[in-house]
């Protein structure tokens, strides 16, 4: 963060896209979506949230003084793994109930494997055809209502705020999240790419091209048979912490790799 004083507005300007606000990285999703290229002093009102009339009384030197500040927003590949979309809300009339979805934690600290199974599965269709509906689906795995009985003071509680992962309760709630802003499920979709990116970094054995065709060809289910080892392991190797699973399957991989040559 960079400390900033605008008369008597002091602001503290993000750097990076993890320091956003949330509001700051839906305003600058829905700009990108607009081509061509976002106008730079667009990108510096939403990065300097000041009111209208103390940014109409920003200098021209001062403006381009700034433009730099904004140069990461402008990145293909932004490296957004904080989690600043934590819950989303549905678009409702007055008299109906709020209705809200409570997304993962940063990094993907609290997926499990049969979860990533399948928003990964969501998420290279819809690279592969760029149809809403692989979108929805992905949005639909990782937001998910708040589960019953939820303490984050209890001993029992496991770190997931959301309800327990179930795959046959996709398609309905597709169906809800469908009516979101396009802004925000791209949002997401930003969100999921730089955590995806920051797993293939960190067990890189595991995301090697062989496998990473194998999962944009047949999703990563011929993946859990193998490691699984039989049908019988099946449901306790899904329900693993994503990070533990890949973790091991890195480590087995990296071995077979060093293993020397009989």
């Known amino acids: 963060m960079l400390d900033a004083q605008f008369g008597r507005h002091r602001r503290q300007l993000a750097t990076t896209w993890n320091e956003l606000t949330g509001a700051q990285l ?7 979506q607009q081509p061509p290229a976002p106008p730079a002093d667009a990108l510096l009102a939403i990065l300097l949230d000041l009111p209208r009339r103390a940014f109409a009384r920003l200098t021209v030197v001062q403006r381009v003084e700034l433009r730099p500040r904004t140069r990461f927003l402008a990145t293909t590949a932004p490296a957004l793994t904080a989690q600043l979309l934590p819950c989303l809300t549905l678009p409702r009339l007055w008299f109906e109930q709020a209705q809200h979805f409570h997304g993962p934690r940063e ?4 997926l499990r494997f049969d979860e990533f199974i399948f928003a990964d599965t969501y998420y290279l269709r819809y690279l592969q055809t760029q149809q809403a509906s692989w979108l929805d689906q992905l949005v639909a795995v990782l937001y998910r209502p708040e589960r019953a009985g939820y303490d984050p003071q209890a001993v029992t509680y496991a770190g997931d705020r959301r309800e327990d992962f179930n795959e046959h309760l996709v398609p309905a709630r597709a169906t809800q999240l469908a009516r979101l802003p396009l802004a925000t499920k791209l949002a997401v979709l930003l969100y999921y790419q730089a955590c995806r ?57 990296r071995q077979h790799a060093e293993r020397p040559a009989a």
Not at 107 to 110: D, E, K, M, S, V
Not at 197 to 217: G, I
């Open 26 to 32: 839906l305003a600058v999703v829905a700009l990108r």
């Open 107 to 110: 990094a993907f600290r609290n």
């Open 197 to 253: 990116r920051l797993l293939e970094q960190r067990y890189a054995y595991v995301f090697s091209d062989d496998n990473s065709q194998k999962a944009s060809t047949n999703g990563w289910q011929e993946v859990l048979h193998e490691l699984a080892g039989g049908v019988v392991h099946l449901e306790d190797t899904a329900h693993q912490a994503l990070h533990n699973v890949l973790r091991e399957m890195n480590r087995v991989l």
